[in-house]
């Protein structure tokens, strides 16, 4: 069991909000020098530039995390996330299926770049990512379920696409058994408002740009003997499903 300081939210530049110099390199690099180990992509509604995310964060020995932060039918962002690739990609998949098909401006809202291991463009997504999908949150979180991922609220304590300003509170349904924060200082609060002591909080940066990426200052206790990075997601994933403690 160790300890590991994370970033759970992050944009890459296949987020039209993030900025185009947000390649899984560059995430990568800035992550080490802040003195990460656990570290996820999470982009609107793809999975897209995972595969060279993984192999970036390795160069630099930390353990990556494919992910997505989904915004559901009511307009609800979540986080989304998986312990293998394989399985993140097949989610991706099902999730083309249910977005909304309005094409991007870049212009407007920015542009939406897939990249790859060397942060060369290797396309463009046509299809503005920022939409919402037409799926429930129950939908939603069923299907990460499926897929083997771990799903919980994001950005809790914000007005824009968090779960409280949408629907007044966390949902007994579905069971989500973590939340998330962007800022740490509204635990206490949140807590006793909306009745969230059972939950496991979770902090991260939501970064869409580098000097927004998190420091090395909150960190998850995770089984992670014998060590491999695939064991560390995995019991990350368990944790934050409420398999384990």
Not at 181 to 199: F, I, M, Q, V
């Amino acid at each position: 069991m160790n300890a590991y300081f994370y970033d759970l939210h992050i944009h890459s530049c296949l987020s039209p909000c993030a900025d185009d110099d947000m390649t899984p390199a560059n995430i990568a690099g800035m992550a080490s020098l802040n003195g990460l180990q656990l570290l996820a992509l999470t982009d609107h509604n793809t999975c897209g530039n995972c595969p060279p995310f993984m192999q970036a964060c390795r160069k630099y020995g930390i353990v990556p995390v494919p992910g997505m932060e989904l915004t559901t039918a009511e307009e609800i962002h979540m986080v989304c996330l998986f312990p293998e690739l394989d399985a993140a990609m097949a989610f991706n998949e099902e999730i083309k299926k249910h977005i909304i098909p309005v094409k991007n401006k870049p212009e407007f809202f920015g542009n939406q770049l897939f990249v790859d291991e060397n942060d060369e463009v290797t396309g463009i997504e046509e299809q503005l990512l920022l939409s919402a999908t037409d799926l429930p949150l129950s939908d939603a979180y069923g299907l990460v379920m499926k897929y083997g991922g771990a799903a919980y609220p994001a950005h809790i304590d914000r007005d824009a696409n968090g779960i409280i300003a949408v629907l007044g509170a966390v949902p007994e349904e579905p069971p989500f058994t973590a939340v998330e924060l962007k800022d740490a200082e509204n635990r206490a609060e949140y807590t006793e408002k909306y009745g969230l002591s059972e939950k496991l909080f979770v902090f991260s940066s939501d970064s869409h740009n580098l000097w927004t990426i998190q420091e090395n200052k909150y960190s998850i206790e995770l089984d992670d003997e014998p060590y491999s990075s695939a064991k560390v997601r995995r019991s990350l994933i368990a944790k934050l499903r409420g398999e384990i403690s």
